[in-house]
C-alpha cells in the first residue's frame, strides 16, 4: 500500500504563489509518472502538470508559464511551484502517483487533495 501526503494549499491573493507538495511512502519499487491535478464544483478533474520518471513534463494549457513541476526522486516527492495565481486557479488539488509496488504489479493513487483559493 502507497500513501500520499500533500501539503500546501490555502488562500493565498492573485498575482501570488504557493507550492504544494506530495510525499509517496509505502511498498514503492518505482515511481513511474507523479502528477497535479485539479478539481472545482461541477466539473471534471483536468491535468495541471506531470513529470515522468525521466524528468519529461507536461502542462494543461491554462497554467503554462505560470506553474512548474519537479520531483525528488529520492524522497519519492512531487512539488507544484504556483505562481502568478489567478482565481480561475481555485481548485482542490490532487496529487497522482503512477507506480510499481514491491510486488511488481502497477497501481495508481490518489491524494486526499488540497484546497487553492486565489481571492482578494
Known amino acids: 500500500q502507497v500513501q500520499l501526503v500533500e501539503s500546501g494549499g490555502g488562500l493565498v491573493q492573485p498575482g501570488g504563489s504557493l507550492r504544494l507538495s506530495c510525499e509517496a511512502s509505502?511498498?514503492?519499487?518505482?515511481?513511474?509518472?507523479m502528477a497535479w491535478y485539479r478539481q472545482v464544483p461541477g466539473k471534471e478533474r483536468e491535468l495541471v502538470a506531470r513529470?515522468?520518471?525521466?524528468?519529461?513534463?507536461n502542462y494543461g494549457d491554462s497554467v503554462k508559464g505560470r506553474f512548474t513541476i519537479s520531483r525528488d526522486s529520492a524522497k519519492n516527492t512531487v512539488y507544484l511551484q504556483m505562481n502568478s495565481l489567478k482565481p480561475e486557479d481555485t481548485a482542490v488539488y490532487y496529487c497522482?502517483?503512477?507506480?510499481?509496488?514491491?510486488?511488481?504489479?502497477?497501481?495508481?493513487?490518489w491524494g486526499q487533495g488540497t484546497q487553492v483559493t486565489v481571492s482578494s
Open positions: 513529470i515522468t520518471s525521466g524528468g519529461g513534463t
Open positions: 497522482y502517483v503512477d507506480s510499481i509496488g514491491s510486488d511488481k504489479y502497477a497501481y495508481r493513487y
Open positions: 509505502g511498498s514503492i519499487f518505482r515511481i513511474n509518472l
